[in-house]
């Protein structure tokens, strides 16, 4: 079917996901914009594209309701791994898919009335070198460090999972503090790419609570990206044991590193809504 599309989400974060193949139009960043809009298009908190790979067995691009680009979403390769195995690009309960981020495995650990329900993704390595999250910074990680802003400071620890993040511990979780200063962190200049930014607090060795302001798209309920980078940060510390569940306001997700700080994601999705984009809504993307 031309523009076939589904909407799914991972704990409150949605996505939706779109099929080079089948979309009848440009995908640029006026389009984004529009299909990701609540009131002038579907809404959600960004497009997942199906892409040809090369070196997976499907490639993906992630792009934000600003028209941007991410490296890598946990929650958007559960949904769109759940697309691949409810919509018949697969019968394999695991395989591989091709991101700006690198290359991950999903694997669907289980069903529900025939459809994927809980999917497990390896999402590749914990990096704290600065110069890789990216963070400018003198010191070759960037852990407890202070961040300046014009009526703030922050202690951070910055971490690449395939995207950058900024976590901040803190003893109380605020919502309002959240929203008040994830923007200008985002945006602050010692991070070249912008970045993610979490505030977490350490509940128990093996329980973490977060709040997420996510690069490109704001508040956010849930992020699996987002999940990694805290449980890399609290262990990093040592504040915790290598096997966590990381509990959000949209729902929770368990997370393993190993030793070697390789990731695995495990949680659930579902699909709320499939269809066609309508020829009144594609003549407006042009």
Known sequence: MQNFY?????????????????????????????????????????ILLKVPSEVADFGLRILNPDGSEAEKSGNGLRIFSKFLYDHGHTAEKRFSIETPGGLVTAEIVAERNGKA????????????????????????????????????????????????????????????EVKSYGSDIENHPMFPNRINVQFAKVISPTEVEAMIWERGAGWTLASGSSS???????????????????????????????????????????????????????????
Not at 126 to 143: D, L, M, R, T, Y
Not at 237 to 242: F, H, P, Q, S, Y
Not at 255 to 278: K, Q
């Open 117 to 176: 329900h809980t999917i497990k993704v390896d999402m590749g390595k914990a990096i704290f070198e600065s110069a890789k999250v990216p963070v400018n910074i003198e010191a070759a990680e960037c852990i407890d460090k202070p961040l300046h802003l014009h009526d703030k400071s922050f202690k951070i620890n910055c971490v690449s999972v395939g995207n950058p993040h900024c976590v901040i511990l803190v003893d109380e979780l605020d919502e309002a």
């Open 228 to 286: 990694c980078a805290v449980a890399a940060t609290v262990i990093k510390r040592g504040l915790t044991e290598r096997n966590l569940t990381i509990k959000m306001p949209g729902g929770n997700l368990r997370i393993e590193i190993d030793e070697d700080w390789e990731i695995r994601m495990t949680g659930e999705v579902r699909e709320i809504a499939s269809g066609a984009l309508n020829a009144e809504l594609i003549e407006d993307l042009r």
């Open 6 to 46: 589904i909407k799914s989400h991972g704990l409150g974060n949605d996505y939706i996901v779109l099929d080079q193949d089948t979309i009848t139009f440009e995908l640029t960043k006026k389009a984004i914009v529009r299909i990701c809009d609540v009131h002038f298009g579907i809404g959600s908190d960004g």
